[in-house]
């Protein structure tokens, strides 16, 4: 239908045509003989034409009636015949999958809901069982899983010294009082080594670096973990070669820590395992478990010989486990649960002495606790927070940085009052996407931390102004890791699983 113009030109008087138009009237634009008959002008109003329009629609809503499958049995759970009862569906086509074509389901009145529906190709698939551990890849970890190898030159020394042994035929003092060192630290300018292994390996490892940690205090090993699921033990001084290598997780190992005289390490796995180590024999000492997927654990730092340790869960969870206990049965339960948490723990920080320590999570909080009482004494969550991924302590001053997801690195005070430091605001690197390490020089004037775009940055301390940025690698630097006794030694990993030591 369609608008009939003015005939007679635009200054001819109004028609009967015109009028109709203006009274908002519909009309036909032909009349009189058609080749398909004889066409008559009809005028017809909007409100008018709408509710014809509604009656066809009505009238073609009551035709044939919508089948459903079958209501099914009751008794019947799962498989042909299974009870579906309003959740039924109504008459449908599926695609057989030998011929490609549609295949026509047979299905009943809404009223009957007592006939099986049934296929005409084939018969309904049977419901498929519990998954088994093989059909998820997950292999339980026993005791002849853990295995170690020595892959250095020489085991011993002349005198019958291992690696343990710190050396002191270095122009750096490895054994000293900090006090009594007056380090100046500086950003590393140049790359000075890569480890690699003696077997003539491309790269440190052969998936992504997880976590980096120097030997407690002399720094003359460095430890490193990666998804690969192997732990690798390297000589920072002399060849710098490879000098042990540990094996016994089936999956990515999450974190590694030293207990602080270094002569046991802890390690956390996707296996769902926590597992403490011999650093000098390999042997494996314990292992834990509670089920859930741990992403961060550290030892208690006040026994130098490693006794308890804390293990941050993917189940909102804080274990505190005593490695002096005998296992109840085959399993190691935990001492002491910390659960006041929302969401997977990522971060755990010892302060005040070690007498508290300082927790954050997936549901942006930060919480701090008393040493052995699961009640939080501080909580902070704000609007703007984000998740905060990675931490570390500053080694003068009563403060922890954290790696936020916002790509910045907050500061809180970890003294008696422990808040935000508004005035400190790391900015200018980007982290997000992943779990990027932080790490503060020696002498607490330089931080430092990984970048997506394979950078690593250097901050000052007291301005908060980045310093330097050093294009380390192609891919994200995961992790980096401050020697504990160079003034400019720096270690980093990257995605590849490349360990650099920049200086």
């Known amino acids: 239908m369609s608008l ?8 001819a008087p109004p028609t009967r045509a015109s009028e109709l138009v203006d009274n908002n009237i519909f009309k036909t634009s032909t009349k009189g003989k058609l080749p398909t008959g004889y066409a008559e002008e009809i005028a017809i109003s909007e409100h008018s034409f709408r509710n014809l ?18 209501k099914g049995d009751s008794s019947i759970v799962y498989g042909a015949g299974a009870y579906k009862g309003p959740w039924a569906k109504y008459e449908e086509h ?14 009943t009145d809404d ?12 018969a309904i698939a049977a419901n498929p069982g519990r998954g088994t551990l093989a059909g998820t890849n997950y292999d339980e970890v026993s005791a002849e899983k853990e ?26 003092d490895l054994v000293g009082d900090f006090e009594n060192m007056n380090l100046k630290c500086y950003h590393p300018k140049k790359l000075v080594h890569t480890f690699k292994p003696a077997s003539g390996g491309k790269n440190s490892h052969e998936k992504a670096l997880t976590s980096l940690k120097f030997f407690p205090s002399s720094g003359h090993l460095l430890l490193s973990a990666a998804a690969d699921g192997k732990v690798k033990l390297w000589d920072v001084y002399h060849d710098r070669e490879l000098l042990r290598s540990y094996s016994g997780h089936t999956k990515s190992v999450v974190d590694v820590d030293f207990c ?35 992403h961060v654990i550290r030892w208690q730092p006040d026994n130098r010989t490693g006794q ?11 274990v505190q486990f005593d490695t002096r206990l005998p296992p109840d049965g085959e399993k190691k339960n935990p001492v002491q649960e910390y659960d006041h948490h929302l969401g997977p723990v990522n971060t755990i920080t010892f302060t005040d002495e070690n007498r508290r320590f300082i927790t954050t999570s997936d549901d942006k909080s930060l919480r701090a606790w008393e040493y052995n009482i699961p009640v939080p004494i501080k909580f902070i969550a704000e609007p703007y927070m984000f998740p905060m991924v990675k931490s570390a302590s500053h080694p003068t001053k009563s403060s922890v940085l954290l790696q936020s997801s916002d790509n910045t690195i907050k500061v809180y005070n970890s003294g008696e009052k422990i808040r935000q430091n508004r005035k400190k605001d790391f900015r ?19 931080v430092c931390s990984g970048d997506s775009g394979g950078f690593v940055c250097f901050w000052d301390w007291k301005t908060c102004k980045m310093w330097h940025k050093i294009k380390a690698s192609d891919s994200a630097i995961i992790s980096t890791a401050w020697h504990p006794r160079e003034s400019s030694k720096v270690v980093t990993g990257d995605l590849d699983g490349v360990v650099k030591y920049w200086d």
């Open 147 to 172: 295995s170690s190898k020595f892959e250095g030159s020489q085991q011993y020394d002349y005198q019958g010294r291992t690696y343990m042994h710190v050396p002191q035929d270095l122009d750096v």
């Open 260 to 294: 602080p005289d270094g002569t046991r390490f802890l390690t956390a796995s996707y296996d769902r395992q926590m597992k403490v180590w011999d650093t000098e024999t390999g042997t494996c000492l314990g292992r834990y478990s509670t089920g859930s997927t741990p």
């Open 4 to 11: 009939v113009p003015a005939r007679n030109g635009a200054n």
């Open 94 to 107: 599926r695609i057989d999958s030998d011929s490609g074509e549609e295949v026509e389901v047979e299905v």
């Open 308 to 318: 308890e340790f804390l293990a941050g869960m993917h189940d909102n969870k804080i």
């Open 111 to 122: 009223e009957s809901g007592g006939e099986e529906v049934v296929y005409e190709e084939d």
């Open 428 to 446: 200018g690197h980007n982290n997000a996407g992943y779990a990027i390490d932080i790490d503060v020089s020696p002498d607490g004037g330089i």
């Open 53 to 70: 329009h509604r009656d066809v629609q009505r009238s073609q809503a009551t035709g044939k009636k919508r089948k459903r499958e079958a």
